[in-house]
């Protein structure tokens, strides 16, 4: 059964359309890659999967069901995780509050993250972007989610990190929905799916073994 999946799906912000009809399906489990450059429509992509923007036309599926209409925090509670680009960690609390907002039991997140474990008393705030990038992965494994939605997972990490990332990502017993600028060198021998996207539209779907992928053009 599809796990999550946008039919002719258009967003506006304001008078501009952002995306223009985009179909396109991500499976369970899986993972599932978005291409494209800043501005192709990837985040706003994710965004309209997770509720946190609207749909002008189309709609939203989960498991078969319509839920377009259905607001983020309650996608949520259905087991939807959105991590986005900016602002996916509380910067005020500590490592470990973060993680506590997940899960009791933090151990899963570092035993990921070793990286993690002596920055547990830090405020968030003060983390490096490759370490705040951890800290909101490994929250995102502790929730469990049925849909897990990341905007550049491994944005700031070093190339083994980064690797690690998504050896736990195509791990997960989940939906998995990822957004990036190019196809990561982790994933191009996996048997992903890819959606390539340019100005609001698709202009690429397949198998990421199925040809060599070039940057997006635009």
Not at 118 to 125: F, K, M, S, T, V
Not at 186 to 204: I, K, N, T
Request: hydrophobic letters at 45%; one cysteine or more; glycine letters at 8%.
């Amino acid at each position: 059964m599809t796990a999550i999946a946008l039919r002719h799906a258009r967003v506006r912000y304001g008078p501009l359309e952002a995306l223009h009809g985009v179909s396109l399906v991500a499976p369970s489990p899986g993972l599932t890659v978005l291409l494209g450059r800043n501005g192709s429509g990837r985040t706003t992509v994710l965004r309209a999967l997770a509720g946190s923007v609207p749909l002008s036309k189309g709609s939203v599926v989960w498991d078969g069901i319509n839920v377009t209409r259905v607001p983020a925090f309650e996608r949520a509670r259905r087991g939807l995780c959105l991590v986005p680009e900016r602002q996916a960690v509380f910067g005020s609390l500590t490592v470990r509050e973060n993680l506590a907002l997940a899960a009791r039991d933090p151990a899963p997140a570092l035993d990921a993250y070793p990286q993690l474990v002596p920055l547990l008393e830090r405020r968030a705030g003060t983390l490096s972007g490759g370490e705040q990038r951890m800290l909101a992965v490994s929250r995102a494994l502790l929730a469990r989610a049925r849909v897990v939605l990341v905007d550049e997972p491994a944005q700031g990490m070093s190339p083994t990190v980064a690797a690690r990332t998504y050896e736990l990502l195509v791990a997960l017993d989940a939906c998995v929905v990822v957004a990036e600028q190019r196809l990561p060198p982790a994933l191009r021998a996996r048997p992903v799916f890819v959606y390539e996207l340019r100005r609001g539209a698709v202009v690429f779907s397949g198998e990421a073994t199925e040809r060599s992928l070039r940057a997006p053009r635009g």
